[in-house]
């Protein structure tokens, strides 16, 4: 592994995708702690391929992921491996990604909103890149909990400053988040307030990124 640290600052309410090779690893960071990342990888080589919750789900048999799991996409193909987490561990799986319509829905917002569907669709057309959906992210440090009556309930992240999750590509993919813009509920942290993020990717060597 190339020791050569590449950091990638995203900012509040704001998405970013990068170029991946199998073998780079990739730590999304909280730096200051509370805020929620959408995330999700797609095959360099068909990136109408993703990176599937619910496949993942399956291959577990179970709806929160450990280190060391595999998450696969929806063609069961692994595209990334959870390989660390210094977090309290929970990143919800189950929620789909905000998008204009949902914050007047839910929340009976007048007017465009930020949202996580939108990051992602301007990061697939920043570079030039094909676009087919929006999948269910894995919202990384989204302290969503399933009760014992089966009912959902949204909780602050406790994700503290400096946490990350590192994962690793197994195959060449796009990789992106989205650093929450969600302000109308608290998800982001006990006061609510959307933050800058970070990524630390660290390069195999003697492959280039293409």
């Avoid at 995708?17 to 199998?22: E, F, H, T």
């Avoid at 929006?134 to 009760?147: A, D, K, R, Y």
Wanted: aromatic share 8%; charged share 20%; hydrophobic share 35%.
């Amino acid at each position: 592994m190339n020791d050569a640290l590449e950091v990638i600052k995203v900012p509040a309410r704001r998405g970013r995708m990068v170029a991946l090779n199998a073998g780079d690893t990739v730590d999304v960071v909280n730096i200051h702690g509370g805020q929620v990342v959408d995330t999700w990888a797609f095959a360099r080589d068909n990136p109408a391929e993703y990176m599937s919750m619910e496949h993942s789900h399956v291959l577990h048999y179970r709806l929160n992921f450990r280190p060391g799991d595999a998450l696969c996409t929806d063609q069961w193909r692994t595209i990334m491996t959870f390989v660390e987490d210094t977090s309290p561990g929970i990143h919800d799986t189950l929620c789909p990604a905000c998008c204009a319509p949902s914050y007047t829905i839910f929340y009976g917002h007048e007017g465009y909103h930020d949202n996580c569907s939108d990051n992602l669709k301007g990061q697939f057309e920043a570079l030039g890149v094909p676009f087919h959906r929006v999948p269910t992210p894995w919202n990384l440090f989204m302290e969503t909990i399933v009760e014992n009556s089966n009912d959902m309930k949204d909780m602050p992240s406790t994700t503290g400053t400096g946490h990350y999750v590192r994962l690793r590509a197994e195959m060449d993919c796009y990789f992106a988040v989205s650093a929450c813009p969600q302000d109308l509920i608290v998800i982001n942290g006990e006061d609510g307030v959307p933050r800058d993020v970070a990524l630390h990717i660290r390069r195999r060597p003697g492959k280039l990124v293409t």
